[in-house]
């Protein structure tokens, strides 16, 4: 079999980021050399139409050494991870697959002279004591979730591999995403996605946070833009290695569902929070990215606002 020379491996491709990030490499590299990796097949027809797909669990590394007979991958995407609230109902698993998975991917990538790879971090390796506002990018780092603890254990461990291995590993903090394409499993930004939705379907939400919780969030969009951009920036660009602070804008839940009532002011939220709230009070409620935007010239282009519009624009085009 001949193999297809220049793949670019997304693993966890069917999750909120992956079936975006998926679309828009293969809009870049060519629908053939973007393979779609993940453990179950994808139900987005678009992803599962445009190109190759393949079963791996990121925890048996067989699946990934017998992706070889097949392709020479070069690149790797690795976003399959236990987000913050379902880490805390197990968090040894969460653990297990958030570290062992990264370690997996790791080795393969040296194994296989993978040229780059991409794990993503977040906002949630921050911890109580850490400076809320405008938290910098090295500071007091001290998570108390499973999925903070091994971000910020894996962030240690990409930087560790590039210093000592050579291994070319880039890195984004990001925080809470939001998109209309596909929904966010198991984090404690996700009401920011589920409002919209809610909004059109019911004109009312229930929030499990409290009207005043300010959290860092991104619209999809500037997301697959700052990845592409760090992924494409020259290696001498890429200054940090562990991973990068970055930020578009932070809002609450009061101030969303304002934003909201500009195109459905018969609106209404109402606020019941559960343990998700502990979670986000450990949070920053905005991040200092100016590393980012000097490095490799980072720059969102979504505030609220325009994320409102476009995100309501969208819904109600798919629902119609
Ligand atoms: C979560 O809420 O767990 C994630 C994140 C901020 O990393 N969206």
Same mark, same amino acid.
């Given at each position: 079999m001949t193999k297809k020379p220049h793949t670019i491996l997304v693993i966890g491709a069917c999750g909120q980021l992956g079936s975006e990030l998926?679309?828009?490499l293969r809009k870049i590299y060519g629908d053939a050399n973007v393979v779609?990796?993940?453990?179950?097949?994808?139900?987005?027809?678009? #992803?599962?139409?445009?190109?190759?797909?393949?079963?791996?669990? +990121?925890?048996? $590394?067989?699946h990934l050494t017998d992706l070889t007979s097949k392709y020479k991958v070069k690149?790797?995407?690795?976003?399959?991870?236990?987000?913050?609230?379902?880490?805390?109902?197990?968090?040894?698993?969460?653990?297990?697959?958030?570290?062992?998975?990264?370690?997996?991917? #790791?080795?393969?990538?040296?194994?296989?002279?993978?040229?780059? +790879?991409?794990? $993503?971090?977040s906002i949630a390796v921050f911890g109580p004591n850490t400076p809320r506002e405008n938290t910098p990018q090295n500071t007091i780092m001290d998570p108390n979730t499973v999925y903070g603890i091994s971000k910020q254990a894996g962030e240690r461990w990409c930087e560790y591999y590039f210093l000592k291995y050579g291994l070319d590993v880039r890195?984004?903090?990001y925080p809470g995403l939001i998109g209309y394409k596909a929904l966010p499993g198991g984090g404690t930004t996700d009401y920011a996605v589920d409002i919209y939705h809610q909004a059109l379907a019911k004109g009312t939400y229930k929030c499990f946070l409290s009207e005043h919780t300010r959290l860092p969030m991104m619209y999809m969009p500037d997301a697959l833009k700052g990845t592409l951009d760090l992924m494409h920036a020259p290696a001498e660009q890429v200054k940090i290695r562990s991973s990068y602070n970055l930020a578009a804008m932070s809002f609450?839940?009061?101030?969303?569902?304002?934003?909201?009532?500009?195109?459905?002011?018969?609106?209404?939220i109402t606020y019941e929070p559960d343990m998700?709230?502990?979670?986000?009070?450990?949070?920053?409620?905005?991040?200092?990215?100016?590393?980012?935007?000097?490095?490799?010239g980072w720059k969102p282009q979504y505030d609220l606002h325009t994320m409102t519009d476009d995100m309501l624009l969208h819904l109600k085009r798919i629902n119609n």
């Amino acid at each position: 079999m001949t193999k297809k020379p220049h793949t670019i491996l997304v693993i966890g491709a069917c999750g909120q980021l992956g079936s975006e990030l998926t679309l828009e490499l293969r809009k870049i590299y060519g629908d053939a050399n973007v393979v779609a990796a993940d453990i179950q097949y994808p139900k987005q027809a678009e #992803l599962r139409e445009s190109g190759p797909f393949e079963i791996v669990d +990121v925890l048996t $590394p067989q699946h990934l050494t017998d992706l070889t007979s097949k392709y020479k991958v070069k690149q790797i995407y690795h976003l399959a991870a236990i987000l913050s609230a379902t880490g805390e109902k197990n968090p040894k698993f969460a653990w297990r697959l958030n570290m062992d998975g990264l370690f997996n991917v #790791l080795d393969f990538a040296l194994e296989h002279k993978v040229e780059k +790879v991409y794990w $993503p971090s977040s906002i949630a390796v921050f911890g109580p004591n850490t400076p809320r506002e405008n938290t910098p990018q090295n500071t007091i780092m001290d998570p108390n979730t499973v999925y903070g603890i091994s971000k910020q254990a894996g962030e240690r461990w990409c930087e560790y591999y590039f210093l000592k291995y050579g291994l070319d590993v880039r890195s984004l903090r990001y925080p809470g995403l939001i998109g209309y394409k596909a929904l966010p499993g198991g984090g404690t930004t996700d009401y920011a996605v589920d409002i919209y939705h809610q909004a059109l379907a019911k004109g009312t939400y229930k929030c499990f946070l409290s009207e005043h919780t300010r959290l860092p969030m991104m619209y999809m969009p500037d997301a697959l833009k700052g990845t592409l951009d760090l992924m494409h920036a020259p290696a001498e660009q890429v200054k940090i290695r562990s991973s990068y602070n970055l930020a578009a804008m932070s809002f609450t839940p009061e101030e969303i569902a304002g934003s909201i009532r500009r195109h459905y002011p018969d609106f209404t939220i109402t606020y019941e929070p559960d343990m998700r709230q502990q979670i986000a009070d450990s949070w920053p409620q905005s991040i200092d990215d100016l590393a980012a935007r000097q490095d490799w010239g980072w720059k969102p282009q979504y505030d609220l606002h325009t994320m409102t519009d476009d995100m309501l624009l969208h819904l109600k085009r798919i629902n119609n």
